[in-house]
């Protein structure tokens, strides 16, 4: 039998630790065969991004008809997106297949530098996380879209109403930047009847770059095999967990979680 297909949308990541390249180690990994639509290229590494350029839309769009059209997707994941033309676009391709989608609405990179522009953030609350199974927000970016700063788990059952409230099937809301010193890192899965509080170990890893994309495109691959969506995303808390605990330094600055950790 052939392997689950699901595709990408994202921006490329040079060193090799989020974006595009996180995205395909983790398909890789979990079972199922990943391909790429490339919407920008950046110049990054353990210190940060040293630069962002956007593709065109005329090519994010020839990207996605060629392996939609031709080959098929069973799920697809949206990361980086860049500007308001482009998440325009990929809301628009979205519309054409009926594959789950899980959108991660990144806007910062783990070193704080943006990857999407001010102008953008009205177009993905209003175009992009309507079409959304799963929508997978950490909390600067629920501060982004929604103007909700999450200190607790009460916060965390708020910001899960206000993106729903743009649209998306599901929201996952990530604990991860939660201020305080905690043993445990709490997510919330809802999609405003039923809850799922995921709890997992905190490791003390610095490393932990890519942990968005690897996540978002573990619950792709989970939704592509066929589960529905809080076993995904229970499969793939468990796998970014173990891919965080083996974080390993690059660099001189913060190192990437290890996407072959069940393999090492």
Not at 18 to 25: E, F, P, R, T, Y
Not at 60 to 79: L, M, S
Not at 175 to 195: A, N, Q, S, Y
Request: net charge negative; proline share 5%.
């Amino acid at each position: 039998m052939n392997p689950p297909l699901v595709l990408t949308v994202a921006g490329s990541d040079s060193g090799g630790g989020a974006g595009i390249q996180a995205d395909l180690k983790t398909m890789l990994a979990l079972g199922v065969h990943g391909m790429s639509v490339v919407t920008a290229v950046t110049a990054q590494n353990s210190r940060g991004v040293q630069g962002v350029w956007e593709l065109p839309v005329e090519a994010v769009r020839a990207q996605f008809r060629a392996v939609v059209d031709d080959i098929g997707v069973q799920a697809v994941k949206t990361g980086m997106l860049a500007s308001a033309p482009l998440v325009e676009t990929v809301a628009e391709l979205l519309a054409s297949v009926e594959a789950p989608v899980v959108v991660d609405p990144v806007g910062v990179s783990k070193h704080g530098d943006p990857l999407l522009a001010e102008a953008a953030l009205d177009s993905v609350r209003t175009k992009l996380l309507p079409a959304a199974t799963v929508a997978t927000p950490n909390l600067d970016e629920v501060t982004q879209l929604t103007g909700l700063v999450v200190e607790d788990e009460a916060g965390m059952r708020r910001a899960a109403e206000a993106i729903l409230a743009y649209g998306p099937r599901w929201a996952l809301i990530k604990g991860g930047h939660l201020p305080g010193d905690f043993d445990e890192v709490v997510d919330l899965l809802t999609d405003g009847t039923e809850e799922h509080w995921l709890y997992a170990p905190r490791y003390d890893n610095r490393h932990t770059h890519g942990t968005g994309c690897t996540l978002a495109s573990a619950v792709a691959s989970g939704l592509a095999r066929g589960l529905a969506v809080p076993e995904a995303v229970r499969e793939a808390k468990a796998y970014v967990t173990g891919a965080i605990a083996a974080g390993f330094a690059l660099g001189s600055g913060i190192g990437p979680v290890d996407h072959g950790w069940r393999t090492r």
